[in-house]
């Protein structure tokens, strides 16, 4: 069974940096995208970013781009998502999702076969 695990979330201030991490197990990983989404309170899941599967291509939301980077150490089975200059309206809590494919449709959570449990961020002003 597949398991994903997310870390390094926590509470900073507005301009600060945190990485997160999410280490899978149970199932191959270095050929299948990996992508993160988040929650906030009373809204729906969005997407923020994805890696492929072979690590050549990521994408982000438009809200993100310049501020996060996703990478991913194969060799650890763990991806991570580099999130600076924090903004308040990043809070939510952050999942990782493992792919069912090395590419594709990365936006979509139907992509998406696993999903971790989520670790919170919260951005204080």
């Known amino acids: 069974q597949v398991q994903l695990v997310e870390s390094g979330g926590g509470l900073v201030q507005a301009g600060e940096s945190l990485r997160l991490s999410c280490a899978a197990s149970?199932?191959?990983?270095?050929?299948?995208?990996m992508g993160w989404f988040r929650q906030a309170p009373g809204k729906e899941r969005e997407f923020v970013a994805a890696?492929?599967?072979?690590?050549?291509?990521?994408y982000y939301a438009e809200s993100v781009k310049g501020r996060f980077t996703i990478s991913r150490d194969n060799a650890k089975n763990t991806v991570y998502l580099q999130m600076n200059s924090l903004k308040p309206e990043d809070t939510a809590v952050y999942l990782c999702?493992?792919?069912?494919?090395?590419?594709?449709?990365?936006?979509?959570?139907?992509?998406?076969?696993?999903w971790g449990q989520g670790t919170q961020v919260t951005v204080s002003s």
């Open positions: 149970g199932r191959t990983f270095s050929g299948y995208a």
């Open positions: 999702a493992l792919a069912n494919a090395g590419s594709g449709y990365y936006r979509l959570e139907r992509m998406y076969d696993y």
């Open positions: 890696i492929s599967g072979n690590g050549g291509s990521t």
